[in-house]
């Protein structure tokens, strides 16, 4: 058994003990799923199990205690706490046993430098390195409600019925250099004695750490990474606590989304998107976003509506289906919760009031994807349905207008003119019909598209509040930076507007332009065909707006985003990652940006600036 089996087991005995229930844990269950024929990911990258374990160490290692309970996140180490819980004492001891097996494995690192949450790639497919607003005009305008920064209702205390969107405070930039609001962890949860139920899901995990921010009575699944084997999964982990994994073609790619849904016992959902794992570091020391929307439970249950099959809830639910929430909620519900505020996930839609929801959500399943309606469910072509039904259409040849993306995340991709090009076309709102039968060799000598790469620069690392140590999730490698043809004359520096602290957001700011390019300049385009507008019957009805952003778990990469093949008639989608964000309009520059987390215009790299390589720091050397 490896040490974190080892003390993951001792900390549910001593959970079991305190809680005087029932024994243990159930035994795995396995759910097998059939083998897919597809075999173009040959092996699971070794970087992966050494991130993963670098990541669970550091957390354990470093943690300093947020105090669950409080609308104020006060940092303290977990020795230094005083509640009487025998639990919380005897687990005190635990993470000290742990840190001293730590210092005799490896040296000490400093700040959690290494949580593992890398999205970066390598030649091969990758695998996984294991509104803010003033009025209520604008949000109805931009999808973005808002909510006074002058309210003086405590913000766990505040409902946010038509959504939010901030950052998450951090200890180096607090209060913001921009003065916006910003969110804490137990603002996201709100009143523990408030909450009913749970569903969760994180990349990196620390369960001892996020157990303490519930009642122990309240029933909670965890939506995890599996496994180096990538079978889907379910087990009892803590007392009323299941763990479920999704299936991961062999064990390629990650289980990358961060959501909640958040049952509170008024009846209420809250239903949150966020970039931030459920660690420590990721709540303290690094700068997340965190979209949320309170849900109002209907008077009475509407009966299922077979036509209703492509909004918020109808994408809510087949995003669950895909992570295996299914058998999690039969397995809780029959484990001695027979009296859940969600009884089946197609319960979403019929007892909660979705009419609110004015953002679309986007999310990645990971696997092999074919055939149209399947393709544009998931990953960035359902980024092109969202963008369509935005109204944000670009349209293409001489009509077309120009888009213009500012794309900002903590790891890179390997980029290459053909999908640089096939993410923009989605961007704009285009159906891969247009190019999907356009020879590979034609498509390898287009130009790149207009967008920025919104990542960091190794001064910018630097110059933060935590140095190269705090450097520790954000990825970019050598090999992919000299790669021949890498866009680099594309890359802009990465600042947050909060202060000197480094972002583990990801972030799309997308902006409409009037064609600026010659008849001549766009024959070098994807396709010149001009598309007709007849497809778009179900176009929301919307003001005008001059863009959209997108948050959410997606790295800029077509690990997260899914990379087209197949033809024109028979697409197919091949997605390694697990991802899930949403995507809202914006009505003119100034609400851009407010809501970009980054510096804008971002500045552009000059000849003597190189990404952040975090890979050849002193600090992270493994």
Not at 47 to 67: D, K
């Amino acid at each position: 058994m490896s040490n974190e089996d080892e003390d993951l087991a001792r900390a549910i005995a001593l959970s079991l003990q305190e809680a005087a229930r029932k024994p243990a844990s159930k035994p795995l269950i396995n759910l097998d799923s059939d083998e897919d024929e597809d075999g173009e990911e040959s092996r699971f990258q070794e970087e992966l199990r050494h991130a993963l374990q670098a990541s669970q160490a550091e957390s354990s290692q470093n943690r300093r205690q947020l105090r669950p309970g409080s609308s104020s996140q006060t940092i303290q180490p977990a020795g230094d706490r005083s509640e009487p819980s025998t639990f919380l004492s005897e687990r005190a001891q635990l993470e000290r046993e742990r840190r001293e097996r730590q210092k005799r494995l490896r040296p000490p690192s400093t700040h959690g430098s290494t949580t593992g949450d890398d999205d970066s790639e390598d030649e091969e497919p990758p695998a996984k390195r294991h509104q803010v607003s003033t009025s209520k005009s604008l949000s109805t305008l931009s999808n973005l409600p808002s909510v006074s920064s002058s309210n003086s209702i405590p913000v766990i205390d505040q409902v946010f019925w038509k959504g939010e969107l901030r950052q998450t405070a951090t200890q180096y930039a607090e209060p913001r250099k921009d003065g916006l609001p910003t969110f804490r962890l137990t603002d996201v949860l709100g009143k523990r004695s408030d909450l009913a139920f749970a569903i969760m899901s994180s990349y990196s995990l620390d369960f001892p750490w996020i157990y303490e921010f519930f009642d122990h009575s309240v029933p909670v699944i965890m939506v995890a990474q599996p496994d180096a084997s990538g079978e889907a999964t379910i087990k009892n982990v803590l007392p009323n606590w299941i763990r479920t994994t999704p299936h991961l073609r062999a064990g390629h790619g990650c289980q990358h989304m961060k959501f909640m849904l958040l049952f509170y016992k008024t009846g209420r959902l809250r239903v949150v998107v966020s970039t931030a794992n459920l660690i420590a570091y990721d709540w303290r020391d690094m700068e997340n976003s965190v979209w949320l929307q309170d849900i109002p439970l209907r008077s009475k249950p509407t009966p299922h509506d077979p036509k209703a099959s492509d909004d918020f809830p109808a994408a809510l639910q087949r995003m669950l289906h895909g992570v295996n929430v299914r058998p999690a909620l039969a397995a809780m519900i029959s484990d001695n919760h027979p009296d859940l505020p969600l009884k089946s996930i197609d319960e979403l839609r019929q007892r909660w009031d979705w009419s609110n929801v004015k953002a679309h959500l986007v999310a990645s399943i990971a696997g092999k994807h074919e055939g149209w309606p399947r393709v544009v469910q998931t990953g960035h072509p359902r980024l092109m349905s969202a963008v369509r039904k935005l109204g944000m259409r670009t349209g293409a040849g001489k009509r077309a207008k120009d888009l213009v993306l500012e794309c900002q995340g903590s790891s890179l991709g390997i980029y290459t003119t053909q999908w640089l090009n096939e993410f923009h076309w989605s961007a704009r709102g285009e159906s891969a019909e247009d190019w999907l039968d356009q020879s590979k060799k034609s498509r390898e000598k287009l130009p790149y598209p207009p967008v920025k790469v919104v990542f960091p620069t190794k001064a910018t690392v630097q110059e933060s509040a935590l140095g190269e140590q705090g450097g520790g999730t954000i990825f970019c490698r050598r090999k992919q930076w000299a790669a021949k043809n890498f866009p680099r004359t594309h890359f802009y520096d990465s600042k947050s507007k909060g202060g000197p602290v480094l972002m583990h957001s990801k972030m799309i700011i997308a902006m409409l332009h009037e064609s600026t390019v010659s008849g001549k300049q766009k024959q070098g385009r994807l396709s010149q065909v001009d598309t007709e507008d007849d497809s778009d019957d179900d176009v929301e009805v919307i003001e005008p707006a001059l863009g959209w952003a997108y948050v959410g778990s997606h790295n800029f990469t077509p690990s997260a985003w899914g990379t087209l093949s197949g033809s024109s008639f028979n697409p197919i989608l091949n997605v390694s990652n697990y991802e899930l964000g949403v995507v809202f309009l914006l009505k003119d520059a100034k609400e851009a940006e407010r809501v970009a987390c980054f510096q804008r215009p971002p500045k552009k790299y000059t000849v003597k600036d190189e990404p952040w390589i975090q890979e050849e720091s002193a600090y992270h050397q493994t």
